[in-house]
């Protein structure tokens, strides 16, 4: 049988797919080896089942592909991968992604496809896993395909935005403004940081709480618009039944009754003409409101206008939900025909509403003398709803082009009396075409938060996209909405350089927000420690409001487990590509991680950039995804891609002459002198000259200026503060201590070079190894460390990531010893915290001690403690000998 053994959501852009993805893990068992084609009557029986599965292309790109691959024979995951995306588009989500790929477990492939609705999408392959055994097993008939469909239907009810958001989102993305939802329902961020503006449904993040409470009071909307000269029905506000008789008694029937609170016409009730009618009325009112409105009836045609920003942007004409008899078939029956109307739908799905019945159609059955199962005669109209509202089945036809100027005047300052940035307004009239007022006509309603299904898709007349004033109220031409996202991927050197172009932009005066393994930084604050180099945390970083640039670690795991944080950058920088975390995730090889990355060098905004490493040939390779410009950084001028680059007129970033240059349409613009970026160690650090190029390229990008370039490299410090466990170096009671996070051999190779550099003496090194990588990368980090360290203490962390206890401290023992180390030099401590407190301890004045953790803020603190100790150690020492003390701590 096949099983599914897990599933996971690729939300942005991703290894396999610019559209996000449902990747589930599925595990064919006895059916690894077994073809379709093999399978007696499995292509049939699915395809009696689906008949809709015939027009799958497949490879062979053309309708029938995949009945054919199935007649030659094609694994089962290949077709659970198709038959997904079928079951969601039945369901009416258009998907069509989709491919599957072998693990490196037998039997268990990766099935990928796309999906509109995530929950759908997973259903949607679970369901197909279902089938696919239930048809294998020969139990065809326990599938219940439309029940499927209908569960998929359902869930995707739930989590689509309804129409007025849905519309209002559509014309955001086709602006290119970035479209974040909030929850499940329709709260939607539009725009990014700063720049950003909220919606939900048609109430905005300027529509003003006082108008809203306003528009809600009908007493006190009606009684302003009447100071205001604006024709409103007479009426009055009651508690009781009584008191209500007696005042429709003075209104004169016929009459209005309707809740004072209410909304989408729910409890009103109209044509009222006599007392028992109006006791219905009352209850109905009274059940949504405790306080109910009585108010003369007016003749006419329900109109509702829609300013938006001041502006009469529409109007429409509402019908009440009816049905017209045809002398055949029974009210009822004429409804349920009704509801086949593909345009018709549950709630705010679709552009109108399905028919149903409420206590309102009781009384008017009653009132008609009819029932449910009465045959209506041909022609004959019978109204189910007394308000005309769309969410009870009405219907609209738009009347725009035809509104009196003196209408669209009074429906323009009605809006602004009340104070809503978009309103809608319900007008009884005989027409809209002559002014309300000499008409007869009145306004009966303002509506805060007014839908704009009507307008977008009347049932006649020209459709109004009303969603494009809303959005140039919220974002004028020309005006920002999202910000400047800078993301940088890489082996080595993420968050280093992360770090130091989030402080570039400060320097040149940006607001930034910053993720790295370290934590989320808003304006230089942590508000969230730990590993924050996934999505989750660019999606926290993009909500901010205080941030206008964000600067985002991207780490090759966060993409795999569930893509981009963002959906594209105006800078991609790709730093380097190093064999790290093989054989995790399905990433075999070095090229595999390369396309990983390439991930984030692809993603770019049309008009920005992609900052790749020349001295990388994996990054180099990259520019064949990248669609825009590109700019290459270099430790040498002379590199021949480089020059390449710059001869065909673009832009690169080196190291020349000892400074950090830009090369730029045949011009050299020196940045700052190596010396004096005080994070490559005066020169010595040629990891961090690089990481320094390709912040000074991306920052460059983004339009900084070479002069604020320079400000931030050279104030910015190798220090707790600014490089949290990157290249601490501090000395303390005469021992150097070099604190790294440096943790495969690619990044010891870069550290242990300026280890080198830092003098020849005895040298300590406190280490251990990460359980889920090769042995052959710790041979090759061991085989490093041994030739160059005098003492090793090692020691295993608290998370073995698969690995017997003593297993890795074993191999370390071997491998070093091998690189010739010597075993009495190497010392098996009980956990970090021992193995450093034996390397202090073991360190004398000149000795240099390499502390390798990836528990930075344990780190951090301790070498704090030290310093703590050391300061206090000479201040004992001075008071006992009365003689100053010396400096016992000091950059080293």
Known sequence: MVTLIGWRALRGANYYSYRPVIVLQVDLQEYDEVFT??????????????????????????????????????????????????????AGMEVGFGKTISTDAPGVYQVIFSYWVEEAGATAGERAIEIINAIVQGRRDSIDLEGIIRELEDISADHYLGPSTAAIVEEAEHRGITVLRLDDYNLVQLGEGKYQCR?????????SMIGVETAGNKKLTKQMLEDAGIPVPKGTVVRRVESAIDDAEWLDYPVVVKPHDGHQGKGVTTGIGDQADLRDAFARAKAVSEKVIVEKSYAGNDYRMLVVDGRLVAA??????????????????????????????????????????????????????YSLATVLPDGEVFRLELTANLSTGGSAVDV??????????????????????????????????????????????????????????????????????ILEMLFPRGAPHDIGIIAVTGTNGKTTTVRLTAHIMRTAGYSVGMTTTDGIYVRDHLIAQGDMSGPYSAQVVLRDPLVDCAVLETARGGILRAGLGYKTADVGVVLNVQPDHLGLQNIRDVDELAKVKAVVAEAVRQGGTTVLNADDAACVDMIEYCRERVIFFSLRSSNPVVLEHVDRGHTAVVCEQDYIAILENDHFIPVARVVDVPLTLEGRAVFNI?????????????????????????????????????????????????????????????????VKKLGDRRRIIVFDLVGDRRDEDFEAICGLVGPLFDAAFIYEAEDLRGRAPGELMDLQTRFLAAAGLDAAAIERATDESDAIRRATANARPGDLVCYMTGRVQGGIEWMRDCEERARASAEAVAVVTGTPSAAAVGDA
């Not at 919606?199 to 529509?207: H, K, L, Q, V």
């Not at 002069?707 to 000395?731: A, C, M, V, Y």
């Open 37 to 90: 084609n093999q399978l007696e009557g499995f292509t049939d029986t699915l395809l009696e089942l689906v008949p809709s599965m015939e027009e799958h292309r497949c490879s062979e790109d053309e309708p029938g592909g995949l009945i054919r691959r199935m007649r030659e024979g094609t694994l089962l995951g290949h077709v659970i991968e198709h038959l997904a995306l079928e079951l969601q588009y039945i």
């Open 199 to 207: 919606i939900e449904a048609s109430i905005t993040s300027r529509t």
């Open 316 to 369: 429409a004409m509402r019908e009440p939900a009816a049905v017209t008899g045809d002398g055949e078939h029974t009210i009822q029956q004429l409804i349920d025909i009704e509801n086949r109307n593909p345009r018709r739908g549950y709630g705010h799905e679709k552009v109108m509403t399905r028919l149903s019945t409420s206590s309102v159609t009781t009384f008017l059955l009653e009132r008609a003398g």
């Open 400 to 469: 725009t082009g035809t509104v009196h100027k003196a209408n669209r005047f009074m429906a323009e300052r009605i809006a602004s009396i009340v104070g809503l940035d978009i309103a809608g307004i319900d007008v009884i009239a005989p027409t809209l075409e002559q002014p309300v007022k000499k008409v007869g006509g009145a306004v009966i309603e303002v509506n805060a938060a007014p839908g704009l299904r009507m307008h977008l898709a009347p049932a006649q007349g020209e459709p109004r996209n009303v969603a494009a004033p």
């Open 690 to 754: 690089q990481n320094a190029l390709a912040a000074t390229a991306a920052a460059y990008a983004h339009g900084v200026s070479a002069d604020e370039i320079r400000r931030g490299l050279t104030s910015f410090l190798p220090s707790p503060l600014q490089t949290p466990g990157r290249l601490n170096l501090k000395r303390i009671a005469g021992v150097d201590y070099l604190l790294d996070y440096g943790h495969n051999p690619h990044a010891y190779r870069a550290l242990l070079e300026l």
